[in-house]
């Protein structure tokens, strides 16, 4: 249908139609995107671009991967939706084949639709089975849009969306390159965390149910965790009868060239959550803890359910998603690409000084903007400049933290040719925004 229209009427429909709101930005404007396959998109117009954000990094495994294609085919011949009461054959099969690759003892899953569902269903089992109602996440966390999850989300996507509940604080986050504890020191020394839990203990009333957090803070800028700092975490939260809650969205299922974030450092979260390209491009989430929580939470009639929960057409696709990452090695296929694009970056550091940082793994990196690298003022107009003519030139990307970090997501689709190519449209923006 789309190829009826021009550009031009499509976004004087969309002027008339389409709600405007979106992520990074609220105006209506190209490109309009109308096909994918592994890491290109194509505009309405016929010009392409390498999707370095893999969509809403939804579609990592590629863009219309045959597999879920095919999964949603079979689903169309067989059930698309099923009574949320009753069990379907595809959610417990995804249920068991989840299982085998989730950190060890996190065997109960419930199959939501969002990374936000997912976060609020994890919020909602922390808070039941501790009986308490204070949750925390730190400054640079983002854990979805919903009422509950924007709660808890501090790197932005805030303000004017108030008053939340009471019960959620923010926590300091290891943001190293930025940390005024330990930026002279060899390493962070948890100062950040002492301070936090200090401060969480002299506002609490005794009703700290849990800590959300990711193990790698992605629209907080790509800001990596220092090595023990995520087990420290998790060890205050036990001492204070709380939960830990890893939201592995954008760091879960092979992204960073291990399974999961978490697993580099050895945590075991006690609820773990999934989204983004669970669903190889179908909207699914899940929530996965252990049976004890299971057992106590469901034993109070617990109910975390929307009409499309455990739906067998999305369950299906998450199925072919699992196949995919196991059967084509994406845990290596992400090393690999993180390699080869670091390099990328690491060359780019060398030519340009506007690069002051370079972060991330796997798939999951970006490089923070610099006016000057000593006093590490962040470059924010720059970063938005870069970021528009790498669009203008046919590279998608994300531009965070106001501008000062630009994040790569490329699928695990993406070739070495696309990345050099990649590289030489981000070289030629970054001279260009400089002059």
């Known amino acids: 249908m789309a190829g009826q229209f021009t550009e031009e009427s499509l976004l004087s429909l969309a002027e008339q139609f389409s709600f405007r709101s979106r992520m990074d ?99 909602t089992i922390a808070k039941r089975y501790t009986g308490g109602y204070e949750v925390a996440s730190p400054v640079v966390s983002f854990h979805g849009q919903s009422e509950a999850a924007r709660a808890l989300t501090f790197s932005g996507w805030r303000q004017g969306y108030g008053p939340y509940a009471p019960g959620n604080y923010p926590i300091l986050a290891p943001y190293r ?18 301070t936090s839990f200090d401060l969480l203990d002299a506002q609490s009333d005794g009703r700290m149910a849990a800590v959300i957090t990711e193990p790698l803070f992605s629209a907080g800028g790509v800001v990596d965790l220092p090595p023990g700092w995520l087990r420290e975490l998790q060890d205050r939260c036990h001492q204070r009868g709380m939960l830990l809650i890893l939201d592995e969205a954008q760091t879960g299922l092979a992204k960073l060239g291990t399974m999961w974030g978490g697993e580099q450092e050895g945590v075991v979260p006690d609820i773990l ?79 340009h000084e506007l690069i002051g940082d370079i972060r991330g793994r796997g798939l999951l990196q970006g490089i923070e903007l ?5 006093t590490r003022e962040p470059a924010f107009e720059r970063g938005r400049e870069v970021g528009r003519l790498c669009l203008e030139n046919g590279l998608i990307l994300s531009v965070r933290r106001n501008g000062s970090v630009l994040r790569f997501v ?25 002059t």
């Open 410 to 434: 490329p699928p695990f689709t993406t070739t070495r040719e696309q990345m050099d190519l990649a590289a030489d449209i981000l070289d030629y923006a970054i001279s260009a925004a400089c």
């Open 177 to 194: 390159y930025r940390c005024t504890f330990c930026r002279d020191k060899c390493a962070c020394d948890y100062t950040c965390l002492d």
């Open 370 to 374: 610099v006016t000057d690298r000593e």
């Open 273 to 351: 959550t999934i989204s983004k390209h669970f669903g190889g491009g179908i909207a699914v989430s899940a929530t996965v803890t252990t049976p004890e929580i299971e057992e106590r939470v469901a034993g109070t009639g617990m109910v975390v359910a929307h009409s499309h929960s455990n739906d067998p057409v999305t369950c299906n696709a998450a199925i072919a998603s699992l196949d995919i990452i196991l059967e084509e090695g994406l845990v290596d296929v992400a090393a690999g690409i993180g390699g080869y694009w670091a390099r990328h970056l690491r060359s780019l550091a060398d030519r």
């Open 25 to 123: 930005r609220s105006a209506v404007g190209g490109p309009i995107l109308v096909w994918g396959r592994g890491s290109v998109v194509r505009d309405v117009n016929g010009k392409e671009y390498l999707d370095f954000n893999s969509g809403q990094m939804c579609a990592a495994l590629g863009h219309n991967h045959p597999r879920i294609v095919q999964a949603l085919q079979e689903s169309c011949d067989t059930l698309l939706h099923s009574h949320m009461s009753l069990f379907n054959d595809r959610e417990i099969i995804l249920a068991t084949r989840l299982a085998e690759i989730t950190p060890p003892g996190l065997t109960k899953s419930m199959f939501l639709t969002s990374g936000s569902d997912s976060n609020e269903a994890a919020l």
